[in-house]
């Protein structure tokens, strides 16, 4: 494999890591009150990560099969002509699903704890709930594992630009399958990473990990804005190079 198909795939990857699911859950469970569970945080990690690989075995499956039909009729513009309606889409996405000037954000900020006061906890104050209690079954951290990825799903654009370029790339199904494989221990990585300082350093980390959960939570949606504005524009450049229109 060449570093010109393995540096954006690892990018990607690590874009996914900082997710919800792949690492401000992690940290929920990481910071809850007590010893940490090492075995709890394993048991979610590894089903977020399963979970993923599934999905993106079925997504390459019928992404291939499309590509191979279309390489049948010897024209691929259709597709690239999509490629770039859909980068566009995502570009336009990327800019107007968050507010980017102060007074906006102060709206968005007001807007939110009215909602809270009027409909009660969110959805994510919520899971955060679940992730936190100690006395919840082994089975509940599968269940939050298998709802944050699939609330996530609608959203999955690094994830799916990842699927994109393994579909394109000259690799055989095994090949784009053991990648695929890659790809996922990557999204997990960090959070591993932390939970060997979280057992190791104890509550030496504990300060840094609430910083960073912090910051997580406050920026989340800003980040995701900002990533789904480059896939688009990515997308949009790759299409225009190989439709010659530029």
Partial sequence: MNIELLAPLVLLALIDSTSFGTLLIPLWLMLAPGRPRPGRILLFLGTVAAFYLLLGIAL????????????????SQPLR??????????????????????????RRVARRAEKLAYAGPSLQMRMRERATDASAPVGAVIVLALTATVIEAASMIPYLAAIGILTASELSSAGRGAVLFGYCLVMIAPALLLLAARLLLHDHVAPILTKLEALLSRNANEAIAWVIFFVGLYMVGDSLNALGWY
């Fill in 81 to 106: 002509v999509a490629q770039l309606v859909v980068g566009i889409g995502l570009m336009a996405l990327g800019v107007l699903m968050e507010p980017w000037t102060k007074a906006g954000k102060e």
């Fill in 60 to 75: 390459l499956l019928g992404a291939s099969t499309l590509l191979d039909t279309l390489q049948e009729t010897g024209n």
